[in-house]
């Protein structure tokens, strides 16, 4: 197993910044000879901390745009009800993100569409038919002044 040291730490934000990095740029900001960088950012990728990459999209230049996230209440607490919903969402292209969440609703969605109409259809047409779904409260993104996704 990888130990998480200051270095490996370092790594991974600058991996995380840009993962497209050369071995040798990122070997020389975290200060290590470009083969112990690599070493490391292959123990770190063997040992599944590092669990891939990937290609950060623009949604408007793609078409895309508008972001929603939407907090859903399940009509009743019993784990058949998580797993239809689970269901549901997984075959969902609109919803990114799915996440099981305590407090007083059961999941926290992140919802990726061209644009109002689209949600509404989301809304209406995929969410509003998961027999499971109580309650529905949507959050529409106006600006995003941080994101660190990959």
Known sequence: MTKMDDI?????RELQLDGRITNTDLAQKVS???SACLRRVQE?????????????????AT?????AYVAVGLSEHHKRNQRNFEKAMATAPQVRECH???????????VEVEDL?????????????VPEVASITSYIVMGSPKDERA
Do not use: M
């Not at 490996?8 to 991974?12: D, G, Q, S």
């Not at 770190?44 to 408007?60: F, P, T």
């Not at 078409?63 to 972001?67: L, R, V």
């Open 8 to 12: 490996n730490r370092r790594i991974l």
């Open 32 to 34: 290590l000879s470009p």
């Open 44 to 60: 770190l990728e063997k040992d599944g901390v590092i669990a891939g990459y990937r290609a950060v999209v623009s949604r408007s």
């Open 63 to 67: 078409g895309g745009g508008f972001t």
């Open 100 to 110: 099981n969440v305590t407090g007083a609703i059961e999941y926290i969605l992140r």
């Open 117 to 129: 109409a689209a949600y509404k259809h989301f809304h209406t047409e995929v969410l509003g038919q």
